[in-house]
């Protein structure tokens, strides 16, 4: 089955830290590029971050997230990583990957949830 699954998420407190991974199954992971998006409560799906195919070379961040969160890609592992650091109240919010250029159906997201 071609999927994409996310895990890592959970409840951290204002300035902790969390890696988040994103599992490819059924295809092979090296031809896509893999976005990071998030979705707050009441709010809007987001991009958060996207790591070129192949090696990864290029690499974007969303201006809120730069400086605190890195993505990367094990690529014999089949998976993405979004290591998030330095986590804020506003980090809240239900995380998926998805490929960029012919996207999946979005799976269930894993929660982050920052709060003291």
């Known amino acids: 089955q071609v999927q994409l699954v996310e895990s890592g998420g959970g409840l951290v407190q204002p300035g902790g830290s969390l890696r988040l991974s994103c599992a490819a199954s059924?295809?092979?992971?090296?031809?896509?590029?893999i976005g990071w998006f998030r979705q707050a409560p009441g709010k809007e799906r987001e991009g958060v971050s996207c790591?070129?195919?192949?090696?990864?070379?290029?690499?974007n961040y969303a201006e809120s997230v730069k400086g605190r969160f890195t993505i990367s890609r094990d690529n014999a592992r089949k998976t993405v990583y979004l290591s998030m650091n330095s986590l804020k109240p506003e980090d809240t919010g239900v995380y998926y990957c998805?490929?960029?250029?012919?996207?999946?159906?979005w799976g269930q997201g894993t929660q982050v949830t920052v709060s003291s």
């Open positions: 998805n490929r960029v250029g012919g996207e999946l159906p």
């Open positions: 059924g295809f092979t992971l090296d031809y896509y590029a």
């Open positions: 790591i070129s195919s192949s090696d990864g070379g290029r690499k």
